[in-house]
Nanobody, 115 residues
Framework: QVPLVESGGGLVQAGGSLRLSCVAS????????MDWYRQAPGKQRELVAS???????NYADSVKGRFTISRDNANHTMSLQMNSLKPEDTAVYYC?????????WGKGTLVTVSS
């Protein structure tokens, strides 16, 4: 039983768009920051975007202006709208939350951007 479940990944051409979603199994994750990470083959996992409970956001420089993170606290969901995708965006994308000193991760969803 995984508390965070990502969806929306797939294969897309460069310049295209995808929307990722993360759904929590309960309402716990509606309180506190939530994050999107990604890990490309042979590379370390990196933080892509974060969103606080009240909606304040932070983005990696590489995705600023192209990606938008959002959340729906009432429905305990989080999304990542990805536009103008580049081949270097290819990675497994993970939903993450740190709660009471514990890291919670989804299993990830694969995004492949072809050139």
């Amino acid at each position: 039983q995984v508390p965070l479940v990502e969806s929306g990944g797939g294969l897309v051409q460069a310049g295209g768009s995808l929307r990722l979603s993360c759904v929590a199994s309960g309402t716990f994750f509606s309180i506190g920051p939530m994050d999107w990470y990604r890990q490309a083959p042979g590379k370390q996992r990196e933080l892509v975007a974060s969103i606080a409970t009240g909606g304040r956001t932070n983005y990696a420089d590489s995705v600023k202006g192209r990606f938008t993170i959002s959340r729906d606290n009432a429905n305990h969901t989080m999304s990542l709208q990805m536009n103008s995708l580049k081949p270097e965006d290819t990675a497994v994308y993970y939903c993450h939350a740190l709660r009471m000193g514990v890291d919670y991760w989804g299993k990830g969803t694969l995004v492949t951007v072809s050139s």
